[in-house]
Structures are given as C-alpha cells and as structure tokens.
C-alpha cells in the first residue's frame, strides 16, 4: 500500500499549522531568554554596594589550618572581595540521571555574594534543533530549577521549597571555588576541622542552611566537595560531590577552570555535569 500525499487543497492549512508552530516556538525561545536576562540583572541590581573591602592576612586567622593554607594560596593580600562574578561555561549534561547519553551544553551564569545568590541559565542540545533551556537559580533565599524542551514545553518545574532552597544554597557555597573572597568567614561561613586536608563550611542564608566538607589537594586547592544535597528526580536527599581541577590565576585569583559534579548513590556513582570556565569575570 502506497503512503497517502497531503492533497493540494491540504498543503496551505498544513503549511500554516508548520508556520505556526516555528512562530510560537521562535516567541518562546525569545520570551524565556528575556526572563533568563532580566532574572539574572535583578539579581545583580540587588546586590550590597562595594565597600571598598580588600583580603588581609587577619582574614585568615583562627581558621583550620587546610582552610588557611588554601586562601594563601588562591587570594592575593590587597585583592579586593568579590561583589557579583559572571562566567561563561561550555561542557556536557545528562538530564536524566538514567541516561548514559552527554548533551553538548553551553550556560551563563551570574552570581552575588552579599546575599548569596545565582542565576545559572542554559542550553542543552538533545539534537541539533532540539534544544531544552534550563533555569537554576538561588535569589534571596529560593531556589528554583525550571526546564523547557524548544522553551516550550515543561519538562521540569521544582521548587521554591525548604528542600529546593537547601539544595541551590548547597551549589552556591560549593561553586565559590570560582571567587573564593566568598568563603571567608567575614562573608558568613563558618569552618570546621575535619582532618589534615579537609574541613567543614557551613553558611546561612534567609532561614537556609548549607554545609559541605572541601577536600584540599598537596597544592593546598580544593580538589572535590562533598556534602548530601536534595535530588529532585527521585525527590530524597544524597551524597553528592564537585569535582574541581585545571587551576589557573584569573583576574588575581586562583580558580578552576574545570569541573564536574556528580551523585554518589549505593549501586554507582553518576556524574551529570562536566565543563571548563572559558571566561569568568570577577567585580568588586
């Protein structure tokens, strides 16, 4: 039996019903990288005033001797703290933990200090005209993830809730690997031994508390974090760790320029992010 053909009276209505489809497709992708943008100059706009604070020696004291090795590693004496930060990521994603499939990816993301804060928008290409947008986010003490196939279609929406803002307020203390002035206990953490090379930070943030233990390597840089974070796919609580590696000195700091993140689950742990920093911009 031969496939039918649209008859010629069809092929105008099928060709609207195409046009519309590119229309609202090409609306959306517009729409949501607006709301991407204005998302994430909100949360810049909101953040403290520069107050002139520069890294001092003193910063370190009565800190656990891994922690007070890294920051004389990574920050210079005079370097002024880090207010907002923006960095530009290109690497792989799985977005489901099941699938054993790497995505090309590309993502923006901006953060601040003083509150903590990020907006991290990406584009994960399933295929090459198939790509999903994805928002996470930690803005004044919510944290969200949302995810649209063609910035169409819903495939995740997830939070703000107590597990949620948690969560987003676990990445944001572990990522300040990138502008470490961050992780001084003059911006709130606070550290404890753990042993010779690691240590506990614990931060606090609009009723939100994060902790997780930072491993140092023989360089005195922080080579993993660990901690238990909220995994919304299966909506429990896991071990989860960041991968950090390839150091290099930027705008006066010394940061990694590549990372991966991973659960830690009892049958196989499962990596589903991995990225090199090809920019990164740190403002006082």
Known sequence: ??????????????????????GLVLFNTLRVARLHDRLASDLVAGASADTGRSVRSADFEGLPEPVRRYFETVLEEGRPYVRTVRLEQTGEFRLRESERTWRPMEATQRYTVDPPGFVWSATVRVLPFLPVTVLDAYDHGSGVLRARLLST???????PDRDMNEGELVRY????????TALLPSEGVEWEAVDDSSARATIEDGGNTASAVFHFDENDRVERVTTERYRQEADDHAPWTGRFSAYEERNGLVVPTEAEV?????EEDRPYWRA?????????
């Open 1 to 22: 039996m031969s496939e039918r053909t649209p008859t010629p009276s069809a092929l105008p209505a099928l060709a609207a019903l195409v046009a519309a489809a590119v």
């Open 276 to 284: 090199g920093i090809e920019r990164i911009e740190h403002r006082p």
């Open 153 to 159: 279609v819903t495939v995740a929406d997830v939070g």
């Open 262 to 266: 991973e659960w830690n689950l009892p």
């Open 173 to 180: 203390l572990a990522e300040a690997v990138w502008f470490p």
